[in-house]
């Protein structure tokens, strides 16, 4: 069995939380964008909206546990949604 040293675990929670923090930027990044686009606040263009929406998706995709999850944050999947 091989013991873990202090240092390691220091090292490990290091990485992993500048990691961490990394993703949590990049998801208020998405907060921010997804909510100026709902609240009207920023200028319709429908190429940055596309934009949007693929990267959200991507952002939560991992995320999603269930495929029901997955379709639910596909904007292609959303009813009435255009084409």
Same mark, same amino acid.
């Given at each position: 069995? =091989?013991?873990?040293?202090?240092?390691?675990?220091?090292?490990?929670?290091?990485?992993?939380?500048? #990691?961490?923090?990394?993703? #949590?930027?990049? %998801?208020?990044? %998405?907060?921010? !964008?997804v909510t100026s686009y709902r609240? #009207? =606040?920023?200028?319709f263009d429908s190429l940055e909206f596309i934009e949007m929406v693929d990267d959200t998706y991507k952002f939560l995709s991992?995320? !999603? =546990? !269930?495929?029901e999850e997955r379709h639910s944050i596909d904007f292609h999947r959303v009813p009435d949604a255009l084409p």
């Open positions: 069995m =091989t013991m873990v040293q202090p240092h390691q675990v220091e090292d490990y929670c290091n990485r992993v939380l500048e #990691k961490l923090f990394e993703i #949590k930027v990049r %998801a208020q990044q %998405a907060i921010e !964008s609240d #009207k =606040t920023k200028p991992p995320n !999603s =546990t !269930s495929d």
